[in-house]
């Protein structure tokens, strides 16, 4: 799922100063034994430069609604931000871990969200490729490729096969982080995601026309929320 405009063009230009005056370091050293093998990249280091992105991540996903519905969050990792170019510059075929841990504890990564920094024009390559087949390289069942403008951000099921094409030139920044979700199986999370869509289009329609929900309306948000209270866990 596309999250679009999940930071404006200013804070897209903070977040750039920032990543600017930080240190890198070798991006396998957050990787597990199967990622770190196909990992080339570099990763910012901690300091605080790296805490004041975190903040302005973490603040754009809680004023985000369409992250909020789709994602259901109970915790979210940390933010990290990537970066490829010269050798570094690609990231194999892999699976997300199913459990990170961080200072604050152990989380099950549900959903992974990449978050674009660098505008897609200053780059080529570095296409974020989701849903590859068991081989995990090109031709049939090569996955989708997306590459989004600086701001917009991609929400996908953390158990996805996965990769970053090589970045051929100029530099692919990028911030990376998981979520745990209040409702761990996808497919009950994708059934509360399109009845809350379906609702808000109905409520929408109803107030502009007669200015209050109707008994359905009420009836069907408490049917969401009974689900919702039946397959939470917290």
Known sequence: MRLQQLLSADEVAQARR???EGEWIDGRSTAGPQAAAVKHNEQLAEGPQAQHLRELVLQALERQPLFL??????????????????DRNAYGAHVDQAIRTHPGGALRADLSCTLFLSPPESYDGGELIVGLGPAGGDGPGAGQP????????????ASTLHRVAPVTRGERLASFFWIESLVPRSDERQLLFEMDMALMRLRQREIDSAGQESPEAVALTGTYHNLLRLWART
């Open 18 to 20: 920032w990543l600017a």
């Open 69 to 86: 519905s789709a994602a259901l969050p109970r915790r979210v990792l940390p933010p990290a931000f990537n970066r490829y170019r010269g």
């Open 146 to 157: 997306f590459k989004l403008p600086a701001g917009d951000a991609l929400l996908y099921p």
